[in-house]
Each structure stands twice: as structure tokens, then as C-alpha cells.
């Protein structure tokens, strides 16, 4: 061989070895990739020095004022928990990043703290984190921290939402799915039996309360509790407790399923089938309304007033919930994880985005529901949509050397409204990512299943030891990639279905599994961040017969809509409104993304009903604070309503006997808009029968020369003698229990 051979020879091995030695890329996207023990986002990097230690150099946007961390080493003890071997050091090193945070977010009264930024226990946030990881890896806590959340009635506290929490946000049955998981993991029945009357009595308030014409729930998207973050700004917080949440129903529907399970489990078969009854009937309600056919997911919310129409965003925790509760036919499961939005940076909370909000809720990512997204992803079988779900919690966790609440999905920068390190559900979310998808632990009230499902890019030999299930501790190995068990064994002992008896594994023992190196080839809709247009302002002209609204730039086409119904598409900024109704206008972009529904408008006649008995001065010692300027109703004076008032009249002279929309209108100034719990709620009474609820939540602190309108109930007015009172029934007890309180100047009916 001559010294040309030799020099060639060497360095096509210097090529070889150097090949051999690049680390495999795991997940790559046009945001970022993960490969080997390193994320690459632009010119940042974060890498896992050891399994204990991450260092990034990753930069946020100037002026934020929020710190980056740049580093993160364990602190903590974590060898009580399940310790995580694996050939990727960054996942192992995240992992136990969460598992690190998760000792600080244990409070020296065992509760749960929400984040380093948010202190205590708030419901959906401590539910929601349950589920995920703390009923298995913080038992104890988990069942502390439920508890705190049952008001002096035994009710499930709605401790956060817009205009005065509950029943403008209704999502608090998800404690009910956390509970039946702390029990699934302990098989403890005494918790059960304690838990069982808590979620039986909030249910029977809801069904009471908060359920529409439509048998569907009322109230917020479940966890998106700031108003203006994802609904159009018209809308008044009594318009978001008229509203349908997708994802709100989808907590309610797996909430009654548990109940009905629960009742079972406790021998109370009559209830169980009753409540499986409710379940199934939501189940179908949910179907039938939010199911969209062209876009192959479900709708976001139905909004309006007198007519509601779907928002046709995706909203990403709602479609995981629909998959991972079996809410959605199998069929529409995998729809859904084919046809949700995922942006290079992940799913968003909602898609498209509001184009003139800043980024919080809107624009956003949250590790949390990029994990239910994972599992859903997961359980549906779509390998790549697992991946990178799981791909865009490892991001920002492994950038940001912790486990941050929020994202935003322009740049996958913190530089958000508001935002905490150590947050609860991002790390239950993680360690979700380990212990639920690649080791596939699902647990059963008599036993555990096993399920994992490693994308081929993830393939490895894992363990998970010293993992405690009901005081045994087992050792779990799980060989190999694929979507399902080749074999399975249980202290050498051959396993069919993946399913272990709780009271085989009291001994505790090693559990080794093979995957079968096999996927369903899936889709995923990988699409670029989009806003969609800005919402139309409509108006009447003065003859109230032609409907007018602003041009907007980069719109294609409008959508002109009448009591719920498309009746026109046009060019123009006016449509004829000969035809009396309720309309609204939505543009189109050229791209075919809808803006939010302009304000309902109504060119039907209304009646103006007064109040009997009126006042010109409040003196109820529910009054939280105090006005800032003379009270005045239209005609001077205005009805209060508290504990003590239990009912008030409205003066139905000259009224025609029909169906009419009723609103009333009240002033609400015991807190907030954004905050507390003082919403105050009415049965609409027609001679003695309920009609409906009125809700009429908070319009700002002192503000009671704030005239707004409440949600719209729809009353028949028979032939004959008429009586309209506003009653203060027991289920229109709000979450606050000692404040319940309104002004109220008059009725509008509009006929239908």
C-alpha cells in the first residue's frame, strides 16, 4: 500500500469515527433539536453535566423581570423515590430535576405549593398535578392538599376564575378525577368513603346551577381564568357564565364517569347506574356540540347570547382530556392527535392566537398540558406526536435548568405576563413523561397495567427502582421501542396482558419488559404559529335596518351571521338588517382563519321591566366595599339583594304572554373582575317555577354606579296573571358563603 492508500485509509477512519461518535438526534424541529444529552435552540445550548447537574446558556429577553437560571444541581434528598437509569443522561437529569423540585414544593404542613411564585393550594392546579404524578409520588400531600380545597358546606372549593370565581368558572369537579386517582394508587376505602359524599354533593350543586338548555356545563375553559386571555374583549364576564367550555365539559363528563365509579366501588349500585346515565348523556352532548368535522377536533366554546356559535379554536388540554377519559370515539381520538395544531415549539394552549393580547394563556405553552398532550399522543398510538410533546417539555425544562409555568410559542422565551420556577403541574407533568409513557405505569383499583410506549429515537434499556407501590417496592426495566409489550415478566414469571393483581405484587420484585419494535404510521399537524384577525366592531345604522362595521386589514372575506345562522359572506363592510335579529360578524383572513364574532346585536324589540319596591340608597352589611360615587338606577332607584333579601319583584305590567330572553341588570361592586369569589347568583322565578339562573358576577372593586348586564335565561310568560321574582334558592350559595349581594335596576325581555 503506497502513502496515498495510507493517508486515504486513515482518514475515511477519522470520518467513520467521527460519525460514530455524533450523538443521534432524538427530536428536531425548526425551534430546536435535542440531540444526544444537548438542546439546541439558535445560538443557546443546555446540556446535562451529570444526572444531578444541568448547565445553559441560555439568555432570556432583555429587561424581564424574571431572572434565567443558568444552572441547576440537586439539592434535595431524593433517594426515597423511584430512581431513574438511562443512556440519555439529559432526560435522566430532568427527571430528577423534577423530582428535586418536587421536595421544595412540599410545604412544612404537607400541603402541595403551587410554584415558588405561588403559594398554597389551588384546586385545578393541585388536581391537575395529582393526576399527573403527586397521588403516586406524594400521597400524603395529595390527600392534605384535596381536603383543604371542601368548604364548611363539604363542597368542592372554585377558588379562582373571572368575575368571582364559581359559577362563571366551573372547572373545580377536576379534584373529583384527583381524588378517584389517589384512591386507584393507595386502594385505601376509607379515603373513598370520604371522598365520595364531597364529590356526590358538588355535582348535585352543578346540575342545579350550572347547566345549560343544551345539557351541557356553563362556565371558563378549565384553568384559563383570565377573561381578556381567550375570550373576545365584548364579552362580560356574565357572558363567559352563559358560555360552553369543550374542556370544562370534558372534566365534568370524566367526573360523573368517576362518580359512578366510586358509587360502585362503595356498593352503591342505584347511584352508580344513575350517575353512569349523566355521564353518558353529557358524553353525547359534548358530541354533538363541539365536534368539528372539517377541522377533525373539537371547538373551544360556544359564545353569543341570544343564539351561541363554536369558537372553532383547538384548545390542547380539552382534546387530551377527550382521548385520555375516553370522552371521544376512538376514531375522533386519533383525529384529534392528527389534526391539533402543533407548532415548532409545541401545542398551544389554544390555536390560532388573539392577535392584540399579550402572552400568558394567549400564545403560550405550558409544560402541564404539553404532558396531557404527550399522554393522549401516547395512548392513542401516534409515535411522533408523543415525541415531540414530550420533546417540548424537556426544552424549556433542560433551557431554563427548571421547570417553569409558561412559554412563549413566537419564541419559547419565559418573557410571558406572568410566570414561577418550581412549578407544580410542570414538574408533575414531567416526571409524568417517564413514569406514565416510556415505563407505562397506569394504576387500577385492584393493580397496576403497564402500557409503555418509547418512540424508536428514544429506544434504550431503562430502569425504574425503588418504585413504591402500597409500601412494595418494585424494580422496573423496559427494553427496546414500540407501541406495545412483546414480553413481560414479573419476578421471571410470564405476564399476558400487561396487568399485575395488586395483591401479587405485595412482595414487591422485578418487572422486565420488551417492546415489539412496531408503530401505526400517524400524522402530525405541524403548522407555524398563527393570530388570527382582529374582531369586528359591529353597529346598527340609526334607522337600525343596515348593520355596519369597521374594515380590518388582511381580511379575505366577511361572515355575517343572524341568530346563530351564516346568512351572508361578503366584501363589504354593511349588510341589510331588514330581517330583525341577532347579529354578528366574523372576518377572514386569506389564510381562512376566523376572527372572534363581532358583539351580538339585536334590532328586536325589547320591553323594559322596573323593579317593585325600589331603593335609592343600598344598606346591606354584605357590601365589601364601599361606592365611589352616588348610586344611581335608571329611574333613580334599584332592588338589593343578599342573605337577608331572599327575593325581589319585577313589575311585569303590559307584558304579553310568550317566550321571551330575560336579562337583568345589576351592579356588582364586591371585588374585582379578575379575582375573589363574591359572584352573586338568582333563581328567575316565574309564578313560583324556576326558570333559570341568574348570575351576576363582580364589575370591579366599588363599582356600583356600574351598570352591566347579567347572562340571558330564556322564560315563558303565560296567559293570564304573571309573577317575576329573583329568588335566593340554597344552590345560589356562591363559594364565598357570607357575601352574595347585588343591586338590581331593572329586566330587559326581548321576545323571541
Avoid: C
Wanted: charged share 20%; no cysteine; net charge negative.
Amino acid at each position: 500500500m503506497n502513502i496515498k492508500h495510507i493517508l486515504g485509509a486513515a482518514a475515511a477512519l477519522a470520518v467513520s469515527v467521527n460519525v460514530a461518535a455524533q450523538p443521534a438526534t432524538i427530536v428536531a424541529t425548526d425551534a430546536y433539536k435535542w440531540q444526544g444529552d444537548t438542546i439546541f435552540q439558535d445560538e443557546f445550548k443546555a446540556w446535562a453535566v451529570s444526572p444531578y447537574e444541568i448547565q445553559s446558556t441560555y439568555s432570556a429577553r432583555p429587561h424581564y423581570y424574571m431572572p434565567v437560571e443558568k444552572q441547576w444541581k440537586l439539592k434535595n434528598d431524593i433517594s426515597a423515590y423511584p430512581r431513574l437509569t438511562t443512556s440519555n443522561k439529559l432526560l435522566e437529569a430532568v427527571y430528577n430535576m423534577g423530582l428535586d423540585e418536587m421536595v421544595n414544593a412540599v410545604e412544612p404542613d404537607t400541603t402541595l405549593r403551587t410554584g415558588k411564585e405561588w403559594a398554597g393550594v389551588w384546586t385545578r392546579d393541585v388536581s391537575y398535578s395529582i393526576i399527573l404524578s403527586m397521588a403516586y409520588l406524594q400521597p400524603e400531600a395529595s390527600m392534605i392538599s384535596l381536603m383543604k380545597k371542601v368548604n364548611p358546606q363539604g363542597q368542592i372549593i372554585q377558588d379562582t376564575g373571572s368575575g368571582g370565581a364559581w359559577p362563571i368558572s366551573t372547572d373545580r369537579m377536576v379534584w373529583a378525577l384527583a381524588a378517584y386517582e389517589i384512591y386507584k394508587v393507595t386502594g385505601d376505602r376509607a379515603w373513598l368513603e370520604k371522598v365520595y359524599p364531597i364529590v356526590e354533593r358538588s355535582f348535585a350543586k352543578d346540575a342545579l346551577t350550572t347547566y345549560s338548555d343544551k345539557g351541557l356545563v356553563k362556565g371558563e375553559t378549565s384553568f384559563i381564568d383570565w377573561r381578556e386571555q381567550s375570550y373576545p374583549r365584548w364579552m362580560q364576564t356574565a357572558d363567559i357564565a352563559q358560555s360552553e367550555a369543550m374542556g370544562t365539559n370534558m372534566v365534568h363528563a370524566a367526573g360523573l364517569e368517576i362518580l359512578s365509579k366510586m358509587a360502585q366501588d362503595l356498593g352503591k349500585k342505584k347511584a352508580a347506574q344513575e350517575y353512569a346515565a349523566q355521564a353518558e348523556a353529557l358524553v353525547k352532548n359534548i358530541n354533538d356540540t363541539f365536534w368539528l368535522d372539517d377541522k377533525g377536533y373539537y371547538g373551544m366554546y360556544t359564545y353569543g347570547r341570544d343564539f351561541p356559535i363554536l369558537n372553532p379554536r383547538a384548545e390542547t388540554l380539552g382534546e387530551s382530556l377527550a382521548i385520555l377519559y375516553d370522552i371521544a370515539p376512538a376514531d375522533r381520538q386519533r383525529s384529534i392527535t392528527e389534526n391539533n395544531p402543533v407548532t415548532p415549539y409545541g401545542a398551544a394552549i389554544f390555536y390560532p392566537q388573539i392577535a392584540d393580547m399579550p402572552n400568558y394563556h394567549n400564545n403560550a405553552l405550558w409544560p402541564f398540558v404539553a404532558s396531557y398532550w404527550a399522554l393522549a399522543n401516547a395512548k392513542v398510538g401516534n409515535e411522533d406526536g408523543t415525541l415531540e410533546a414530550i420533546g417540548s417539555v424537556i426544552r424549556p425544562a433542560a433551557l431554563f435548568a427548571t421547570n417553569k409555568e409558561n412559554f412563549n410559542l413566537d419564541n419559547g422565551d419565559i418573557f410571558t405576563e406572568l410566570n414561577s420556577s418550581n412549578m407544580l403541574w410542570s414538574l408533575s407533568g414531567n416526571l409524568a413523561l417517564t413514569n406514565r409513557i416510556l415505563f407505562g405505569i397506569h394504576f387500577e383499583k385492584d393493580g397496576l397495567r403497564f402500557a409503555p410506549f418509547v418512540p424508536k429515537s428514544l429506544a434504550d434499556t431503562r430502569s425504574l427502582e425503588n418504585f413504591d407501590y402500597r409500601g412494595a417496592k418494585l424494580n422496573i426495566t423496559v427494553e427496546g421501542y414500540g407501541s406495545g409489550i412483546k414480553s413481560m415478566t414479573f419476578n421471571g414469571k410470564e405476564i399476558k396482558d400487561g396487568f399485575i393483581a395488586a395483591k401479587a405484587l405485595k412482595k414487591g420484585g422485578d418487572i422486565r419488559i420488551v417492546m415489539n419494535s412496531e408503530f401505526t404510521p400517524m400524522s402530525v399537524n405541524r403548522t407555524p404559529n398563527a393570530k388570527a384577525p382582529w374582531t369586528p366592531a359591529a353597529r346598527f345604522n340609526a334607522a337600525r335596518d343596515v348593520l355596519e362595521w369597521n374594515p380590518l386589514e388582511y381580511i379575505a372575506y366577511y361572515e355575517v351571521i343572524r341568530d346563530g345562522e351564516v346568512v351572508g359572506k361578503t366584501h363589504s363592510t354593511t349588510f341589510d338588517a331588514t330581517t330583525p335579529g341577532e347579529y354578528m360578524v366574523v372576518g377572514y383572513s386569506e389564510a381562512g382563519i376566523p376572527s372572534f364574532a363581532s358583539e351580538p346585536l339585536s334590532n328586536r324589540q325589547e320591553l323594559i321591566l322596573e323593579m317593585v319596591d325600589e331603593i335609592t340608597t343600598p344598606t346591606s352589611a354584605e357590601m365589601s366595599y364601599q361606592p365611589k360615587a352616588p348610586i344611581a338606577g335608571s329611574n333613580g332607584g334599584f332592588a338589593e339583594t343578599d342573605h337577608a333579601v331572599k327575593s325581589v319583584a319585577v313589575n311585569v305590567a303590559g307584558v304579553i304572554p310568550g317566550r321571551y330572553v330575560a336579562y337583568v341588570r345589576y351592579a356588582n361592586g364586591n371585588g374585582p373582575v379578575n379575582t375573589e369569589n363574591k359572584a352573586a347568583i338568582r333563581s328567575l322565578m316565574v309564578n313560583g317555577k324556576k326558570a333559570g339562573t341568574v348570575v351576576m358576577p363582580q364589575r370591579g372593586v366599588g363599582n356600583w354606579d356600574d351598570w352591566g348586564l347579567s347572562n340571558p335565561v330564556v322564560v315563558e310568560i303565560p296567559e293570564g296573571e304573571a309573577t317575576i321574582t329573583l329568588d335566593f334558592l340554597p344552590e345560589d350559595e356562591n363559594m364565598n358563603l357570607t357575601t352574595n349581594h347585588a343591586l338590581i335596576d331593572r329586566m330587559i325581555l326581548r321576545k323571541l
